[in-house]
């Protein structure tokens, strides 16, 4: 097999990986057992290849889908990375590009460590996930099979009126095939110019204990703001969201992860950033909802470490904030 010419780079090294662990299982048991176990190996393996014409290239994918998700479990992105090359049908070269484009996205956030911490799951399992949902009113469990992938699949129209109007919103319907490619690609870009901010850099150190919890909303929520206003007073942002949602951790003795999302959702704090036209609006009314609000303070030994924390990562940023009212909330 390693004698072949294959398409694929990626496709060789899994073939000289499987070559590589089955000498290392070889070498691993004692020299006069190592025939026996050869030939049971050998007599076990299954070698098939399935040939399909050009002009099938979606009954490729379809199959692909199927045929994976019967052994080990693809994932969500495995999944709509097949989803998607379905719909472009008519230009092989254009697919095998979004293909390659697409495995070269997988593989270089595979040296992260967590995996939250890959840019396209923070960025579309995270923060867009949430705030598509937040804006309709809509819940979740976390732990349901393929949720990310029903998110992003092609939304169904009316074959008479094709989809028009590419905008790459973070809330708009997805359209099937090389929309989807660029509205990722769009996300992902914006994401990354949002973590070389300095807002985003002094939130994000709020990651101990089940602070990360707050942490992860307050960035999704910002990241919203973000998409929306970019640059312009996001620090102030920031400082507001980040009190509104700590809210949340002062009231309760004992955080529980959902109805942390669900307060968030309540908070419709993604709909006032929506239907702004100006940071002054939003910023003005999460002001006057926050001044509304009867004040806690942290009682427990949790709420105080995760004040002193939280306060600890945004006086990093405080230099930014120009609303001297918004501020001094902090003092």
């Known amino acids: 097999m390693l004698q072949q010419q294959y398409q694929s780079l990626l496709a060789e090294k899994y073939i000289a990986y499987n070559k590589f662990f089955i000498g290392n299982l070889l070498t691993s048991v004692r020299r006069n057992n190592r025939r026996k176990l050869a030939e049971k190996l050998w007599s076990r393996i ?19 889908s199927n045929e994976n998700s019967r052994g080990k479990a693809l994932s969500d992105f495995d999944l709509l990375k097949a989803h998607h090359l379905r719909f472009v049908t008519d230009n092989q070269e254009q697919s095998m590009h979004l293909a390659k484009k697409w495995d070269k996205m997988i593989l270089k956030a595979e040296d ?36 990310v992938k029903r998110e992003y699949e092609a939304a169904p129209y009316i074959p008479e009126i094709p989809p028009f109007g590419e905008r790459f919103h973070w809330n708009e319907s997805i ?15 914006q994401f990354k110019s949002f973590t070389e901010t300095s807002s985003y850099k002094a939130i994000h150190g709020l990651d101990t204990e089940t602070h990360w919890w707050y942490r992860d909303v307050i960035e999704s929520l910002l990241f919203g703001y973000y998409l929306k206003f970019g640059e312009t007073y996001l620090a102030d942002a920031l400082l507001l969201v980040a009190k509104y949602i700590s809210l949340h951790r002062f009231k309760n003795g004992k955080a529980n992860f959902g109805k942390l999302l669900q ?9 006032m950033i929506d239907r702004a036209t100006s940071p002054t609006f939003f910023l003005a009314e999460l002001l006057r909802r926050i001044r509304e609000t009867d004040p806690f303070t942290a009682q427990t030994n949790i709420q105080k470490r995760y004040q002193n924390r939280l ?11 120009e609303i001297d009212i918004i501020a001094n909330l902090y003092k």
């Open 46 to 64: 299954e070698f098939n290849v399935l040939i399909l014409n050009d002009s099938s290239i979606d009954l490729a994918y379809t199959f692909f």
């Open 112 to 147: 992260t460590e967590s995996n939250a911490e890959k840019d396209y799951i923070r960025t579309l399992s995270i923060y867009i996930y949430r705030l598509r949902h937040w804006i309709r009113n809509n819940t979740w469990d976390n732990n349901t099979k393929y949720r």
């Open 263 to 271: 307060y968030a959702s309540d908070s419709e704090i993604i709909m």
């Open 311 to 321: 306060y600890k990562c945004l006086h990093m940023c405080i230099s930014d904030v």
């Open 175 to 189: 359209q099937g095939g090389t929309h989807f490619f660029g509205f990722v690609e769009t996300m992902r870009s």
